[in-house]
């Protein structure tokens, strides 16, 4: 991949063989060949144009639900947090949010125009871009709820609206046409007039009471399985406590693999597979990961 040739015009702009443990909420990740920080949705498209054919490209939103490997990303990583940052209410009960925009910041937004019911997103530590792919929830509320549509680019730079019911979505999942990001979505709300920050204040205490908050982790490692709980499964076999290198199962909430400081990618990559078959084998259910693991080992 000729990271020169990429970069062009855009010079002063990218970095090359970033760190990505500077952009994962786990801090691990080897460097990507070159990082992007878009301006705004044209300097984006303008940027794709000048990315060669057949150069894979990562998005990041603020890397909460990401295990990059040591040996980092090939190809490019473009992030949206602190780029694509447009927020505004466009109607009654319709509202543009730009994929980089914080979920707890539009929580907070939604508070504050009387809609609802946004507050769930105020726990999820990611950005929109983020919360549209994984189709992120928490305390019985959910991402693609609220999508009217979607505002989309491909790699040729071009962008398209489509309606939430082109995508097939379920829990934690998504299915987005094949190499189209998000750039930014219409999402739609109640007019709760009696919506107040008490009520997010109320959730994020509820939050840190059962959750490793402030630790460094990927969230949920896995999926629930249909009718179970996957931390209620990883403690049942007696995995709390248990690490690989610097990495190890919270003993608050056995779901979160934790980097206690010095774990590599590849001791939370171990860690979570040790997780998986001791599940599997001690009560015959298969755990999914919900984190995306992506990169190439050292
Ligand atoms: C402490 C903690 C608590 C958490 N609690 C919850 C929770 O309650 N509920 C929940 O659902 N999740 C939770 N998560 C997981 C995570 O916050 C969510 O999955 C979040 O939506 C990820 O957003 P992000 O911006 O960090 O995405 P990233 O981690 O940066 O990326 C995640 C995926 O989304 C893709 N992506 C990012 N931006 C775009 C874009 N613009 N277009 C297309 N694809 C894109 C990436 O390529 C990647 O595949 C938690 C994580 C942590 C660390």
Not at 9 to 36: I, K, N, Q
Not at 109 to 135: D, H, S, Y
């Amino acid at each position: 991949m000729n990271a020169q040739r990429i970069s062009a015009g855009f010079a002063d702009r990218v970095l090359r063989d970033e760190p990505m443990a500077r952009h994962t909420s786990w801090h691990v990740g080897g460097p990507a060949d070159v990082y992007f920080e878009p301006r705004d949705i044209d300097d984006l498209a303008q940027f794709l144009l000048t990315v060669p054919a057949g150069t894979p490209l990562h998005w990041i939103g603020l890397g909460s639900n990401l295990l990059v490997r040591d040996g980092g990303l090939r190809g490019v990583v473009i992030a949206t947090h602190g780029a694509l940052a447009g927020l505004k209410r466009e109607s009654e009960n319709r509202v543009y949010c730009e994929a980089g925009v914080p979920c707890a910041r539009l929580a907070k937004q939604c508070v504050k125009w009387g809609l609802g019911p946004a507050e769930f997103f105020a726990g999820i530590p990611g950005t929109l871009g983020g919360a549209l792919a994984m189709n992120a929830g928490a305390f019985g509320g959910d991402t693609w709820r609220h999508v009217v549509e979607t505002h989309t680019i491909d790699r040729s730079g071009a962008q398209r609206w489509r309606p939430a019911s082109e995508y097939r979505v379920g829990y934690r999942s998504v299915a987005p046409p094949a190499e189209e990001w998000y750039l930014a979505a219409r999402l739609s709300f109640e007019h709760k007039p009696e919506a107040h920050a008490d009520e997010i204040r109320a959730l994020l205490a509820r939050r840190k009471q059962t959750q490793p908050i402030g630790e460094w982790s990927g969230g949920s490692t896995f999926t629930n399985p249909p009718g179970d709980h996957a931390a209620r499964l990883i403690e049942s076999a007696g995995l709390k406590g248990h690490r690989v290198g610097g990495a190890s199962v919270s003993t608050k909430h056995a779901n979160f693999l934790i980097n206690e400081g010095s774990a590599t990618a590849a001791d939370i990559e171990q860690l979570l597979l040790h997780v998986q078959v001791t599940v599997e084998r001690v009560h015959g259910v298969r755990l999914e990961p919900e984190v995306r693991i992506i990169g190439e080992a050292r």
